[in-house]
C-alpha cells in the first residue's frame, strides 16, 4: 500500500521542465500548473499567445494530481440553493456553464487525440437517510425545472447500500486528470507555449501596464497579462480574498475488492460526513477510490480516524479488498459557494484569477480557462457575471464570514497569547508539538530516528499560528489553509515563503 501517495501520479509519469534561467518577455504569464493553469494555457497558445506558464514544484502535483476526477455538472446538493439565493437564471447558467465544460472537455480529447480512459458515467447524490429525502426531492424538482440535463428521482442504485432515495445526473463523465494534462502540455510545447517547473511567483511590479513576476530563480518575466492559477491566489492586496475563502481537506482510498465490481455510476451522499464514490481504471482494470470526510485546513482535531473510517465504510460497501493507496489534499471554498473567476479586483487590469472550486474543479477549470480567455479577446463570455471574482455579494453570507473571521482572530491573536507548557524533552519521536524556549514558541518535530526539526510555527501569508498535522507531517494554517512540510518548506498556497527554521547550536 502506497501511503500519502497519489494513484494517478503514480499512473502515468509527466514530462519534466527546466528552470526559468533568463529573463523573458512573453504576452501572457500564467501562475500555477494545475490543471486550471494548463487548461488556460492550452487556449492561449493555441490561438497563438506567446505565453509562459510557471509552476513551484511540478506540474499537477498539487491538488489536481489528488483529485477524484468525477467530470460533472451535478455539485452535490446544490441548484436548489442556487436557485433560492440566486434566482432560476443564474442556476440555469451555472448548471449550462458546467455541462458545456463536460463538452469541451470531449472535444479536446477527440480532436487533439489524448488517451486518458474518458468515459461516460451517470452520476447520482444519494442518501441513506429518512430525513434527507425532502432535501434530493426539492433538488430533482429544480434541476427538472432548469431543463437542460437528464436527470431522474430514483430508489435504487447499483451500489450494495440501501439507499433512502437518489438524484442521477445522466451523461457525466470521467478520466485519467494526469494523461489529459498530458495530452495538453504535448500541445502547449507544439504551439510554442513555455513551461517551467521548480519556479516560483515570489513578487511581481506593474511599470507601464507590463507586469514584471519576480521568480525565486531571481529571474523575471515580463508579461502584459497575469493569471493566477495557484488555487488559493498568492497576492493579496487589492483582491482581498483572504476575507473571502478558507480550504478544507479531503482523504481519499483506492481498493481493489476481492469481488467482481458490479456498479457503474459515480456517486456521493447528500448527508455529512461527505463519501464519494467512483471508479478509475488501474492496469485496464477497476479498481474503486473513495472520498470524504472533509474537515478545515488545520482545524486542531485528531485526523488519524479518517482513513480508517473511509476503510470502514468501504469494507461496509464492498467486503474484503486491497488498500492500494491513500492521500488527501485541500480545494478553496468561497462564502457563497460559487468560484471566483475573472478579473482579480476593480483595481488591476489585466490580471486575472481562477479559484474555489469547492472540489468541483474538473469542469470549473474549463470554464475559467474560456472566461479568462475570453477576456484577454475582449469577448464577452455567457457565463463571466456567475462567476464574477470581484462581487462582494458572498460576504452577505454572514454566518460562513463570522465563521472564518472567529477563526481568524483566534489563530491571529489569540493564539499567539496562548503559551505552551511543553518542553523539546516531552516530544516524542516521530511526534510534532509547538514548545517553550524561555518566552519563544517554536515548532518542533522529531523524525522516527530524533532528528529535531525546529521552525518558527507562524504563517508566512497572513501571520496566523500553525497547528501541526499528525497524519501528514505537515504544518497546517487554519486561517486560510497554507501548508508547510516539517521543514518549512511551504507547500500549498497562498504562503509563498518558508518557514524560518531554528537552529539549536
Ligand atoms: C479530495 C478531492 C477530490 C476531488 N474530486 C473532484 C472531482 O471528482 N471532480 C471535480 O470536478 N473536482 C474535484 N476536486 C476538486 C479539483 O481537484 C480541484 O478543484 C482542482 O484540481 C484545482 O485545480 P487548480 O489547478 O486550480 O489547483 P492545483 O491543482 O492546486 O494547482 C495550483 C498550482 O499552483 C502552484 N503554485 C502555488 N503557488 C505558486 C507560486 N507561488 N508560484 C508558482 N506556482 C505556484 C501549485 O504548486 C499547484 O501546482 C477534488 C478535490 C479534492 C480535495
Ligand atoms: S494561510 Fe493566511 S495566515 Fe496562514
Redesign the pocket.
Known sequence: MQKNNSFWLNSFKLNNFNKLDKNIDVDICI????????TTTYYLSKQGYKVAL???????????????????SQHGIFYKYLFDCQGKEFAYKYLEANEKAINNIKNIIETENIECDFERKNAYVFTEKINEVQKIKEEAHTVKKLGLVDCELVNKIDLPINIESAIEFKNQA?FN?IKYSNGLISKIIENNGMIFEN????DYEKNNEIFKVI?NKKYSINSKYLIL????P?INFPGYYFLKMYQ?????IAIKPKNTIKFDG?YINSEKPTV?I?TAKYNNEDIVLI?GY?NKTGEDIDLRYKYEELKKKAKEIFGEFELLYEW?????ITLDKIPYIGDFSNFSNNLFV??G?????????NI?ANIITDKINNKTNKYENIFKATRLEAIKNHQELNNMIKQSIKSLVIDKFKNYTDVIDNVKNNEGKIVMFGDVKVGIYKDPDGNVYAVKPFCTHLGCELTWNDLNKTWDCPCHGSRFEYTGKS???PS?KNLENYNFE
Open positions: 501562475v500555477g500548473g494545475g490543471i486550471t493553469g494548463i510557471i509552476e513551484k514544484d511540478t506540474l499537477m502535483s498539487k491538488t489536481s494530481g489528488h483529485t477524484t476526477a468525477k467530470i460533472t470521467q486528470p519556479t516560483k511567483f515570489e521568480t492559477t495557484t488555487r488559493y498568492i478544507e481537506i479531503s482523504y481519499v459515480m464519494s467512483k472520498a472533509n488527501n489534499t485541500e480545494d478553496c481562477a479559484t472550486f469547492e472540489k468541483w474543479g474538473m469542469t470549473t477549470s475559467s507547500i500549498y498556497s509563498i
